[in-house]
């Protein structure tokens, strides 16, 4: 079954960043491979595994023009700290009110141990250099979805 947001634009919309000023998109990332990856909470297991993959292999992102930015609700003060502790490479975008979240419809009812609540799942777009959805990765696995990504974004790029 196809996702609903594959093909389609970016919604226009600002989230502050750790880099340090405001990402508007889908005009701040134009003209590049971006991949946006929504992540449930910062410093928690399988995000911080996740987001140290991404670390880890940044470098690889970079060769082939791509640019990574990890997204969840959690506020910059938030972001900077998960930053710091595990040296991380890359901008984190702090999505609070879940406006991207819920136009993407990355943000809803999750389930963890059994307990139902409104947050984050873990999925991954890949936008194309003009601003639209080329991929969707839903409830992606945090140890095996950097590779993933990055295989997928090295052949949309011919890189």
Not at 49 to 69: L, T
Request: contains cysteine.
């Amino acid at each position: 079954m196809s996702d609903p947001t594959l093909g389609t634009s970016l919604p226009a919309i600002s989230l502050e960043s750790t880099e340090g000023k405001s990402v508007k998109l889908p005009e701040d990332i134009a003209g590049s491979w971006t991949l946006l990856y929504f992540y449930p909470k910062d410093d928690t297991p399988g995000c911080t595994k996740q987001a140290c993959s991404y670390r880890d292999n940044i470098g690889e992102f970079k060769k082939i023009g791509a640019k990574v930015y990890g997204v969840s609700l959690d506020d910059l003060g938030s972001h900077e700290n998960f930053i710091q502790k595990y040296s991380l490479n890359f901008p984190l975008l702090s999505d609070p009110n879940h406006s991207l979240s819920e136009a993407l419809g990355v943000y809803g009812d999750q389930e963890w141990k059994g307990r139902v609540f409104k947050g984050l799942s873990r999925d991954s777009f890949l936008i194309s250099p003009d601003g639209k959805i080329q991929k969707v990765w839903r409830k992606v696995d945090p140890t095996t979805t950097v590779e993933e990504t990055l295989q997928e974004i090295s052949k949309a790029s011919g890189k």
